[in-house]
């Protein structure tokens, strides 16, 4: 039988073992969460910090993280990646080898001894960048001397002053703020094995600093490098008082974002930050509450992995694995389906942020909070990417439950709108977070300092705003659009800054222009093109972490992959395309791949957390984006039209 032939009770039998995996993955309370799993180094730093702290050693937690990061050990490199065979990455190596060499494993022993000779061929550890050298440097494995100095008294800079952490992203920040007071104290870890990684130096080897971002203007180089050696020149020359007040303000700031035992930003660097800030103070209190935050991010029975592995989670997602499920348990249109979303929605109402006005009031003072976060609680940081997709769920639901949700929706759309940004974009935690020239600063080789308006990020924006009914002419609508069809790549493609890559970007603008009325324009019909264009020959659509070069080559292809292939047919069905051969070998490529428990295999990583930097496996993606896809064409056929009605 052709794939367009297949009969509509196969799909039916196909969504229904779906939604039943998915249903059946729900917590009692009603959400979502699966696992959210990084590069090799969360699980090498968390060993790190225990070591730092002089915790006593938990050998069977070491085992497991050491099991760990000796399989995802490149054989091909030798080194450690920052997605599933990726390509070598110093920085990572050199913390997963500081780890194991920690944890026990003889530098003798043939994985250490392959990953040291990648190591010294790569530079060794003076090539790594400005975080990994921090982290070398509490353990007087290396010099404070090659870090970019940041002062304290950063903190205290007036809004207009060049450098101001206002004008960072929030995860920089949250990020920083407590290495300012680390790299003021320069404490040294307890270390009470004294484990360094000498052997990890070339001789007379100097630091060659780098940059990850394009097109960094010569001028901002020049004047940061120069900031960075006057600071260097004067960094003991600070009044003490000025000192002092300078740290408790970062203290303080800290402190007030602690965020309980769910954490500093709720995100893995920040939180382990703020528990070596602590201790250096001697603050235990504080100290203990963070250190329970980080705890609560170790897998010990991770899913689909060897006996005995341990890694450790960058950050929980259940805000945002809750609205996904949500939508596809929608999609589905089942009685169970309706109620295990309903029970997922219910679940997401109380978790709006409504009563703290976290670090985006800086750029609009008079909005009222509205937003939900990516994590359990991160009420400082709510995003527009989580909200956007929570209201559209919500809105879904209307039909069936009422005025249930209509005054979440509307405190939701209210936040959104006011956080669009001049250019009629948003971002995903601020408004106008576009200070570009901050990525020049020697302390931003990494060269994720920002967060600036997306592609991706803004059509979850303008898809929400559509579907609730916003009018094509409004003002902040056509501002949206222009803003979109302006970042349209040539190739017809979109970026996608939060998901792997293109792909994830151009299914992320044909849902909005679809919502926005925009389905059968010009820039709808270029992006469905590429789309087909980069469909693999088995039917699916795959692409690799590496699309995220830095001369932005465009779609770097791979083999076919489930979340993937679902956000291509996501896109495809978005503007009409529901009836073209292209999407029937898709759906055909997920139906066959459908596994006897009704979820779908993926191992590769197609979340990106920071480009080049720092890439994520979500784990839920293969378990919702299929079961979406696939009951959205079933749907369809089954109503004989090409026509989706939803924004999302």
Not at 92 to 119: C, E, P, Q
Not at 246 to 273: E, H, K, W
Not at 369 to 380: E, L, M, V
Request: charged letters at 20%; a negative charge.
């Amino acid at each position: 039988m052709a794939v367009a032939e297949l009969a509509l009770d196969t799909h039916d039998t196909v969504v229904v073992r779906a939604a039943d995996a998915l249903a059946a993955l729900q917590q009692p309370d009603g959400h979502w969460v699966f696992e959210l799993e990084a590069d090799a180094t969360i699980p090498a730093e968390y060993v790190l910090l225990r070591h730092y702290l002089g915790e006593p050693v938990d050998a069977d937690l070491e085992a497991g993280i050491a099991r760990y990061l000796r399989r995802i050990q490149s054989a091909d490199h030798d080194g450690w990646g920052l997605f599933h065979d990726g390509a070598f990455d110093i920085s990572a190596s050199v913390k997963a080898y500081f780890a194991l060499k920690m944890i026990g494993d003889d530098t003798d022993a043939g994985n250490m001894a392959r990953a040291r000779a990648a190591i010294l061929h790569a530079g060794g550890a003076a090539a790594v960048n400005v975080f990994t050298r921090i982290q070398l440097a509490l353990f007087a494995a290396g010099p404070w001397s090659t870090i970019p100095t940041m002062p304290p008294e950063l903190i205290l800079a007036p809004r207009w002053f060049p450098v101001h952490l206002g004008k960072m992203a929030y995860w920089a920040r949250t990020v920083i703020v407590p290495l300012l007071v680390l790299g003021a104290i320069k404490p040294v870890a307890r270390n009470p094995r004294g484990i360094t990684v000498d052997e990890l130096y070339l001789p007379r080897a100097t630091v060659r600093p780098k940059s990850n971002v394009a097109g960094a203007k010569a001028f901002w180089r020049i004047a940061f490098g120069a900031l960075d050696a006057a600071l260097k020149v004067g960094d003991g020359l600070w009044p003490q008082r000025l000192r002092a007040r300078a740290i408790r303000a970062c203290v303080d700031f800290v402190t007030a974002r602690l965020n309980g035992d769910d954490g500093l930003g709720a995100i893995y660097p920040a939180m382990a930050n703020s528990v070596m800030m602590f201790d250096a103070l001697g603050d235990t209190v504080h100290r203990d509450i963070a250190r329970a935050a980080v705890e609560k991010l170790v897998v010990r029975a991770p899913e689909g992995r060897g006996a005995g592995e341990v890694y450790c989670q960058p950050c929980f997602s259940p805000v945002w694995d809750t609205a996904l499920a949500a939508h596809a348990m929608l999609e589905v249109r089942s009685p169970a389906s309706e109620a295990a979303a309903d029970a997922g929605l219910d679940w997401l109402i109380p978790r709006q942020v409504l009563d703290v006005r976290g670090d985006w009031a800086d750029n609009a003072p008079d909005l009222r909070p509205g937003g939900w976060a990516f994590q359990y609680a991160n009420a400082h940081y709510p995003d527009l990417d989580d909200t956007a997709a929570v209201v559209c769920a919500l809105d879904r639901a209307r039909g069936r439950v009422g005025a249930r949700y209509d005054e979440a929706i509307a405190r939701g759309t209210e936040w959104t709108v006011g956080l669009q940004s001049k250019d009629g974009g948003w971002g995903a935690f601020d408004a106008d977070n576009s200070y570009h020239y901050l990525n020049n600063i020697p302390f931003a080789d990494h060269g994720a300092l920002l967060d600036p308006p997306t592609a991706d990020v803004s059509a979850r924006c303008v898809s929400m705003l559509a579907q609730l009914g916003e009018p094509a002419g409004s003002d902040r609508m056509t501002a949206a659009v222009a803003y979109l069809v302006r970042s349209q790549e040539a190739d017809g493609s979109w970026f996608g800054r939060w998901g792997v890559n293109y792909i994830y970007g151009t299914w992320s603008a044909l849902c909005a222009l679809n919502a926005a009325g925009l389905a059968r324009g010009d820039a709808a019909r270029r992006g469905a093109d590429w789309l087909l264009a980069v469909q693999n020959p088995d039917g699916g659509w795959g692409e690799a972490c590496d699309s995220y070069a830095l001369d932005r080559t465009g779609h770097v292809a791979a083999a076919s992959r489930a979340s993937q292939t679902a956000w291509a047919l996501l896109g495809l069905m978005a503007v009409g395309w529901a009836g073209d051969p292209a999407v029937a070998r898709g759906v055909a490529w997920l139906t066959e791949r459908q596994r006897d428990d009704g979820l779908w295999d993926e191992e590769s990583y197609t979340g990106g957390g920071f480009p080049r930097v720092f890439y994520l496996r979500y784990h839920g993606y293969a378990k919702i984006f299929p079961l979406w896809a696939l009951a959205r064409y079933r749907n369809l056929r089954a109503a004989n039209t090409t026509e989706v009605g939803w924004g999302l």
